[in-house]
């Protein structure tokens, strides 16, 4: 099948959990707060505009930085990388558990109000037609540097919420050529992609695709 090329954008919304301005509370709220937030929060930061704390990837370490001054639970925070985790549930215990711990460490620090709230958000993605088709997987290789940010989120991080097995939409969509292109999907395999803001995951791509030979036939 013929691969269309989307692109998309966030329309963020409150997340319909009270703000938070001591870790205690920001504790409480993860405990019930929707996926939908906690994806937000770690996942859709790096397609947000205005995201300036890359050494962060998500949002509660850069509360935990910026707003609580706490750089060891930043840290700690901000090494979890949301796709070794099976569900986002997993993400919660693991946050839940890792606050825990810092409150074990410094009880008092539950109750220091931060410089700022923090203000729990969702998105939904809006989805619409780029008007690009591939038919064959060099088009994949040769069109890849032309596509939007929005696409490569959408194609390439975003993916891994809707697909069976976590993939990208390329590497699916590739497997359906049966021989041939082996390189291309471990190409792409060996891509971070988490820590990469858009414009590196992009010239990650770039640099995994070029030069690889394909020779698929379609089973």
Request: hydrophobic share 40%; glycine share 6%; net charge negative.
């Amino acid at each position: 099948m013929p691969f269309a090329v989307k692109d998309c954008t966030l329309i963020a919304r409150m997340g319909g959990v009270p703000t938070a301005i001591t870790l205690r509370e920001l504790r409480e709220r993860i405990r019930f707060c929707s996926v939908d937030c906690l994806f937000h929060h770690f996942c859709e930061t790096v397609v947000r505009p205005g995201f300036d704390y890359p050494e962060f990837r998500n949002d509660f370490a850069v509360w935990a930085a910026r707003h609580l001054s706490d750089l060891t639970l930043a840290e700690r925070l901000g090494a979890i990388n949301p796709y070794r985790f099976q569900t986002l549930e997993q993400v919660r215990e693991q946050v839940l558990e890792l606050i825990d711990d810092r409150l074990a460490e410094v009880p008092h620090a539950g109750h220091l109000p931060a410089k700022e709230e923090f203000r729990f958000m969702s998105a939904s993605t809006v989805v619409f037609e780029t008007g690009t088709t591939l038919e064959r997987p060099e088009d994949l290789v040769s069109h890849i540097a032309t596509m939007s940010y929005g696409s490569v989120y959408y194609h390439f991080v975003e993916a891994r919420r809707r697909t069976e097995g976590m993939l990208d939409d390329f590497s699916a969509w590739l497997t359906g050529f049966g021989q041939g292109v082996e390189t291309l999907l471990a190409s792409l395999r060996t891509i971070d992609f988490y820590y990469l803001t858009l414009p590196e995951l992009k010239s990650a791509l770039i640099v995994a695709l070029s030069g690889v030979p394909t020779e698929a036939t379609s089973e």
